[in-house]
């Protein structure tokens, strides 16, 4: 089980930075960046409270149909999780007209990319 993965996947899709989760828990961002990166195992209660900063229950993290697990599947790369999590953070801002137009044009494109 890669639980960093599993942390960075929540934080991105919730559009945290590190930073954020930081401010929240108390937590160097350098720490969570380790963490992330599988170069640190979190203790239970540190895990606990990037949970609590996540708003989800410590469980979640050892789920079977974790996040995490559902990205790796998908074999996104960070730069495509990033990317991902700032048109979600953006689109919330636009009328409905141009939300369809963006997801048409995210659709043509991923068609094209899986060919």
């Given at each position: ?22 401010k929240k ?36 993290f ?20 990033r ?23 995210v ?9």
């Amino acid at each position: 089980m890669k639980i960093g993965t599993t942390i960075r996947a929540y934080r991105l899709q919730k559009g945290l930075s590190q930073g954020d989760i930081e401010k929240k828990t108390g937590l160097l961002r350098c720490y969570l960046s380790r963490v992330e990166n599988g170069h640190t195992v979190p203790s239970l209660e540190t895990l606990s409270k990037i949970a609590e900063a996540l708003d989800l229950p410590i469980s979640q993290f050892f789920a079977e149909d974790s996040l995490g697990r559902q990205f790796n599947t998908q074999k996104l790369s960070d730069d495509e999780l990033r990317f991902l999590t700032q048109i979600r953070r953006y689109s919330s801002n636009l009328n409905e007209s141009d939300r369809k137009l963006l997801l048409a044009m995210v659709k043509k494109f991923a068609a094209t990319a899986i060919r």
